[in-house]
T-cell receptor
Framework: TQLLEQSPQFLSIQEGENLTVYCNSS?????LQWYRQEPGEGPVLLVT?????EVKKLKRLTFQFGDARKDSSLHITAAQPGDTGLYLC?????????????FGTGTRLKVLA | KAGVTQTPRYLIKTRGQQVTLSCSPI?????VSWYQQTPGQGLQFLFE???????NKGNFPGRFSGRQFSNSRSEMNVSTLELGDSALYLC????????????FGSGTRLTVV
């Protein structure tokens, strides 16, 4: 069974602090996505990374895909209350001609003003 | 452009009843996937449809079924509801099967009493 472990599970920080969320697996992924989900809503896609070692930046968010395409990290600089939410990673694997997604266990972030 | 639309947003059903949830994908998106989200299990894959054909199916009992219409709209049905079926059911659409992630709807919150 493929697993995608995220750490930490919960994170409560003050506005202005930096943080890193990790997403780890023993499986190799064709691509990896990060989503943010707010209460009562569906996840919103933040980024897709496809190349080992790839780094993508989205304003204060930096995403990195591991060289072996088994892990990823999300770094937030100077966190703001608007960053509060559930962060999910999802890995895609190509099996029998179709892509299957495994979602991570989630990191619940709360940024205090 | 309009996002992924799920109806209804909230639903309360009695154990043993059946329920049908509806999803309208983003215009032009031909792939529709369904997920169940619970606090304990996270996001669990139910099934994926592309051009009216079921491409993938998750590990859920046969009480869970779905279909996709020629206009890409999709429905999922759960028969003989159990208390454990209480969850947020999320529909997600994508333009193709390329493995670059989804656009999710806001979900249908199903409560079984």
């Amino acid at each position: 069974t493929q697993l995608l472990e995220q750490s930490p599970q919960f994170l409560s920080i003050q506005e202005g602090e930096n943080l890193t969320v990790y997403c780890n697996s023993s499986s190799v992924f064709s691509s990896l996505q990060w989503y943010r989900q707010e209460p009562g809503e569906g996840p919103v896609l933040l980024v897709t990374v496809v190349t080992g070692g790839e780094v993508k930046k989205l304003k204060r968010l930096t995403f990195q895909f591991g060289d072996a395409r088994k892990d990823s990290s999300l770094h937030i600089t100077a966190a703001q209350p608007g960053d509060t939410g559930l962060y999910l990673c999802a890995g895609a694997t190509l099996t029998s001609g179709t892509y299957k997604y495994i979602f991570g266990t989630g990191t619940r972030l709360k940024v205090l003003a | 452009k309009a996002g992924v639309t799920q109806t209804p947003r909230y639903l309360i059903k009695t154990r043993g009843q059946q329920v049908t949830l509806s999803c309208s994908p983003i215009s032009g998106h031909r792939s529709v996937s369904w997920y169940q989200q619970t606090p304990g299990q996270g996001l669990q894959f139910l099934f994926e449809y592309f051009s009216e054909t079921q491409r993938n199916k998750g590990n859920f009992p046969g009480r869970f079924s779905g279909r996709q219409f020629s206009n890409s709209r999709s429905e999922m049905n759960v028969s003989t509801l159990e208390l454990g079926d209480s969850a947020l059911y999320l529909c997600a659409s994508s333009l193709s099967l390329a493995g670059y992630g989804y656009t999710f709807g806001s979900g249908t919150r199903l409560t079984v009493v």
